[in-house]
């Protein structure tokens, strides 16, 4: 069982309050929409769950792990605790963060390899089947520079996938991308969602978002002012600022 809670997250970065006590709960197969103007504190929150950001306070529980982070005294986390979670969580940036001067498939071999110490021809069969799953099967032998941001977006999919973790988190993943690029992206992680991936994934696609997404979460200055099922959301939106939002995104 992969169930991930989240409970009064809070993190300020010099006296600005970015997450001001985020608690929800993820379980197995759910895909979360996290929804929010820029600066509302989605990113922040995807950053917290995956420890490159440390909370300030509150409690992050996947599975049997749990970590506590108390503002009165600096929480420090063990290596172990750390790789022990992103063993659990994978994560998709805007901006693909793959290695440029190493092939796809040396891309996603890497951590595999020398962070999990697994067989390294086992390891290749297994990155080969999963760019052919995201449509990449012809190119890995091609480096970053060389593939389109579709390409490279695809390609940092599977290599996060490549450590098999049981909760995905994506952090605006098209919005780097050429408009042409978005629906080949968001057609793969479709299909994850069908294969029963946990998904959490910081959106502008309400489209992608109402078709997608189980559950919803509307952020606005650090604080969820509206969460619940997706279909209900967008079609009863019960608060004002909500309703606003969902208007802005439609014109």
Not at 29 to 53: E, P, Q, W, Y
Not at 71 to 98: D, P
Request: with cysteine.
């Amino acid at each position: 069982m992969n169930k991930l809670q989240i409970q009064d997250i809070y993190k300020s970065f010099h006296e600005h309050a970015v997450l001001q006590g985020v608690s929800f709960t993820a379980n197995k197969g759910d895909v979360v929409a996290l929804m929010g103007s820029s600066g509302s504190g989605k990113s922040t929150l995807l950053r917290c769950i995956n420890l490159l950001t440390v909370p300030d306070d509150g409690i992050i529980q996947i599975d049997n792990q749990v970590l506590r982070f108390n503002a009165s005294e600096k929480t420090v986390l063990s290596n172990k605790e750390i790789v022990e979670l992103r063993k659990k969580v994978g994560m998709v940036f805007q901006q693909f963060n793959l290695w440029a001067h190493m092939t796809v498939l040396e891309n996603l071999i890497e951590a595999p390899v020398h962070v999990l110490k697994q067989n390294r021809r086992d390891t290749i069969a297994e990155a080969k089947k999963l760019l052919a799953k995201v449509g990449l099967a012809d190119k890995l032998d091609r480096y970053p520079g060389q593939l389109s941001g579709g390409q490279q977006q695809r390609a940092a999919i599977a290599r996060s996938l490549m450590m098999k973790p049981e909760i995905m988190l994506f952090d605006e993943p098209t919005s780097a991308l050429d408009p042409e690029m978005v629906g080949e992206v968001l057609n793969v992680m479709q299909q994850l969602a069908n294969e029963g991936m946990t998904m959490l994934v910081a959106t502008h696609e309400l489209g992608f978002a109402r078709r997608v997404a189980n559950q919803s979460i509307f952020l606005d200055a650090g604080r969820i002012v509206e969460q619940g099922e997706t279909k209900t959301m967008f079609s009863n939106p019960q608060t004002p600022r909500f309703r606003r939002f969902l208007e802005a995104m439609q014109h």
